[in-house]
T-cell receptor
Framework: DTAVSQTPKYLVTQMGNDKSIKCEQN?????MYWYKQDSKKFLKIMFS???????INETVPNRFSPKSPDKAHLNLHINSLELGDSAVYFC?????????????FGEGSRLTVL | AQSVAQPEDQVNVAEGNPLTVKCTYS??????LFWYVQYPNRGLQFLLK????DNLVKGSYGFEAEFNKSQTSFHLKKPSALVSDSALYFC???????????WGAGTKLIIKP
């Protein structure tokens, strides 16, 4: 069983469209994250949820809206997609939000905005 | 400000030789340091961490890292490189203000047969 799974793996869409990425973890972790990795491989945290509550919301356009229906799921919805949103989006989870231990990453969702 | 630096974009090593991937950090308190590896088109995988204790930390796949407080470094090492070690390696330090990880820019490790 995959520990952190994201769908879809690939997304190709036009500017202005809305898209969602789903993430699920079966590790029983309390904390989940969304990261963005750009074309230069820089990794930047976007959001962090602990037990369904938003605890980190970095400087991200409000076109990006995370939603955590339960602590095993964290979805990312993006409105009015722009060219600069093209990136690989990674979901991750950890046992707690203090980052003393391992982060478990999904395989990534590659978003291409045309 | 807390930060982490990986001074090398790329490191080339011949198979069988020892490898070192460098990382330096700047934090206000005691550092929580991590190494992760990313294989092509995959998510990041945890290799090892330093929180406290022995300065030499052993991790997955035969990797180890040496914490050096005076040099504020946490270099990743392996005694004998394998071609399969070729990947992108990220160093990270925990930001004490919000407990989030601050990531280095990554170092591409290429092991040549």
């Amino acid at each position: 069983d995959t520990a952190v799974s994201q769908t879809p793996k690939y997304l190709v869409t036009q500017m202005g469209n809305d898209k969602s990425i789903k993430c699920e973890q079966n590790l029983g972790h309390d904390t989940m994250y969304w990261y963005k990795q750009d074309s230069k491989k820089f990794l930047k945290i976007m959001f962090s949820y602990n037990n369904k509550e938003l605890i980190i919301n970095e400087t991200v356009p409000n076109r990006f809206s995370p939603k955590s229906p339960d602590k095993a799921h964290l979805n990312l919805h993006i409105n009015s997609l722009e060219l600069g949103d093209s990136a690989v989006y990674f979901c991750a989870s950890s046992r707690g939000h203090a980052n003393t231990g391992e982060l478990f990453f999904g395989e990534g969702s590659r978003l291409t905005v045309l | 400000a807390q930060s982490v630096a990986q001074p090398e974009d790329q490191v080339n090593v011949a198979e069988g030789n020892p490898l070192t991937v460098k990382c330096t950090y700047s934090v206000s308190g005691n550092p929580y340091l991590f190494w992760y590896v990313q294989y092509p088109n995959r998510g990041l995988q945890f290799l090892l961490k330093y929180i406290t204790g022995d300065n030499l930390v052993k991790g997955s796949y035969g990797f180890e890292a040496e914490f050096n407080k005076s040099q504020t470094s946490f270099h990743l090492k392996k005694p004998s490189a394998l071609v399969s070690d070729s990947a992108l390696y990220f160093c990270a330090v925990r930001d004490d203000s919000n407990y989030q990880l601050i990531w280095g820019a990554g170092t591409k490790l290429i092991i040549k047969p």
